[in-house]
């Protein structure tokens, strides 16, 4: 199995000619290199960046984690007793609106506390709509410069994996894009798609580039430390063990560029990107 196969097989990536792939996997590689010897192997990746002012005790990143997961939990409980004896597809559709609107309450309560908490409150958070025009194309770079290294860890764990497991092992698709695939209803595929692109998102990256990050960068000092403590975090949050060494990487590549460019605009869309791209891949091989 080669690697755009297997990326297809753990997130729904597309499957590309292969004259494509080596495009791809050519461009990022040379963007990568370029980007380490630009900053001395990373060494100077982050001496121009400076800690975020706020005035955050250390539990506050915990609040919207707390209200998001009790917000589910509530809804997933008087839902069950209100609605017992939906379809499949329909209680598909309910999981995932339960999911959109905590995390969009979540998202609610993140842009409260981010107004009290940083000095020049939502654009010390780094939500500025003016930055769109940089943020948005510096965020494709991003997400095509570590794009051979997420594909390298998804090789490492599918490696590991057969040597621990058997050759009959493979990484699981999120749970998202299996539902995708199990479910052709098109509500549904809607909801799944708004939810994965534009809601999820934002919310982890406000939780975890903008406050956990930001939290640890205050407590710890040193940026590399906290992007890679928070980029732990976020592994560690998504149930699929065989995404984590993948997703790690990611996260580090979304923790840089907030910290570089003090803007959570780059993450973000460097998140909603590697949705969507799943997403089509997903939808593309249905």
């Known amino acids: 199995m080669n690697i755009p196969e297997i990326i ?5 990536g597309i499957s590309y000619t292969i004259a494509t792939d080596f495009i791809i996997f050519l461009a990022g590689i040379l963007l990568f290199g370029y980007w380490l010897l630009k900053t001395s192997l990373g060494v100077k990746a982050l001496s121009d960046s400076v800690p975020r002012r706020n005035n955050m005790p250390p539990y506050l990143p915990f609040v919207p984690l707390f209200i998001w997961v009790g917000v589910i939990a509530l809804t997933t409980s008087v839902t069950e007793k209100l609605l017992p004896n939906l379809q499949d597809w329909q209680k598909a559709f309910l999981d995932n609106l339960i999911l959109c609107i905590s995390e969009i309450t979540a998202i609610a309560v993140i842009i409260f506390l981010a107004r009290a908490s940083f000095a020049r409150r939502l654009k010390g958070f780094g939500l500025n709509l003016r930055t769109i025009h940089k943020d948005f194309p510096a965020a494709l ?10 594909a390298a860890m998804i090789l490492l764990t599918m490696y590991i994996g057969k040597l621990i497991w058997g050759k009959d092992f493979e990484i699981q698709p999120h749970e998202e894009l299996e539902l995708i695939s199990t479910y052709s209803e098109l509500p549904v595929r809607v909801l799944i798609i708004i939810t994965a692109v534009a809601i999820v998102p934002v919310f982890e990256e406000m939780l975890f580039r903008g406050l956990f990050q930001t939290m640890l960068r205050s407590v710890l000092v040193n940026g590399w430390l906290s992007i890679t403590t928070s980029s732990v975090l976020f592994a560690l949050a998504h149930s699929n063990a065989g995404h984590w060494p993948a997703l790690f990487v990611l996260s ?3 923790g840089y560029a907030y910290e570089k460019s003090g803007s959570l605009l780059r993450p ?16 593309y091989s249905i």
């Open 268 to 283: 973000i869309f460097i998140h909603s990107l590697f949705n969507a791209i799943s997403i089509i891949g997903t939808l």
């Open 141 to 150: 770079l991003n997400l095509l410069s570590v794009w051979p290294l997420i």
């Open 252 to 254: 580090l590549c979304m």
């Open 8 to 12: 297809k097989s753990a997130y729904g």
